[in-house]
């Protein structure tokens, strides 16, 4: 097969990932080879391509494929797969698998399990023709989902979805979600559906256009050092951050009123944490395969819309650049 390879991490300017010819993989017992029709641009695969996560063991293994937000087509059954069928349309997200013994893993909260294998980071991923996957860790696909263009719904759906659930909302709460990209923009829908009232936090013209277009009650419009936000201070019962930068993330913490509820999706360090305000800090990752189930149910009923913007898999260097810069509005989806 075809597949965007990485065979050392490096900046996205030297194009590090190579169009090449692959081994197409086999299925063993109890896994599937899946017939890729789109892969999501995630900003994680950009940290990993420019070797930002070497210190997390990221990538586990080189070569290795990126990609870990696909959709794609059954093409093969491995031994003792009985739950699904030859041709059915199924989904891949980053939890390529999980031990299904420790504490995290029965209690259902199989994505924080300590042994979880991630799609594209410790096992090939979705920059490519096909993709191997264990049986009981994909999705199948409901009607009223597009599989030319929804593949994102499998990272930044779900990590949107479960940033609004932690960010504690209802009917009465007002949260601000901070950085309108790839996932921001989506956790607009997600929030408005448990009933707050969302403000997008925006750095760019398009993305506020975009924050209106996902359902946005109000925009505020701030720069990249994010130093203009003082009289916002204290206004927010919620404040959800995906916006990969330190300024934003410090600046948004001040946005946070007493016994609100600061939720970060990225990396990054809490600083001037005012511990007399009685904040709760809140880290979220991806999610468990209920709430990505839920996502899917909400997504077929027209609940979660994803912006995208199709490319080809070849183009992925290009592509990563332009995410780099800020010049993709919504998400990237790559197709072989
Ligand atoms: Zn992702
Ligand atoms: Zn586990």
Known sequence: ????????????????????????PKP????????IISTGVCHSNLHMIEGDWVQYGVPAKLPIIPGHE????VAELGEGVNNLKAGQPVGLSPLWNSC???????????????SAQITGETVDGGYAEYVLAKANYVYSIPEGI?????????????TAYRASKMAALGPESTVYVVGIGGVGHVAIQTSKLFGARVIAVSTSDEHAQLAKEMGA???IMTNRNYDNLEKYHDSA???IVFSPSQKAIDASLRLVKKRGTFVMGVFGDIHDFR?????????????????MNEVLYLASKGKIKIKTTRFKVAEANEVLKMMKDGRIVGRAVLSP
Not at 28 to 35: H, P, Y
Not at 102 to 114: F, S
Not at 146 to 158: H, K
Not at 275 to 291: A, H, L
């Open 1 to 24: 097969m075809k597949a965007m390879v990485l065979h050392d991490v490096g900046k996205i300017e030297s194009n590090p990932l190579k169009y090449e010819d692959y081994p197409t």
């Open 28 to 35: 063993s017992t109890g896994e599937i080879l899946v017939k």
């Open 70 to 73: 696909i959709i794609g087509k």
């Open 100 to 114: 299904g013994r420790c504490e995290h893993c029965l209690t259902g909260n199989e994505h924080l399990c300590d």
């Open 146 to 158: 597009d599989l030319q263009s929804d593949a994102p719904l499998f990272c930044p759906g779900v």
């Open 217 to 219: 009650d109000d925009v």
């Open 237 to 239: 019962g919620s404040v």
């Open 275 to 291: 511990f007399v305000k009685e904040i709760k800090v809140r880290g979220s990752m991806i999610g468990p395969r209920s709430d």
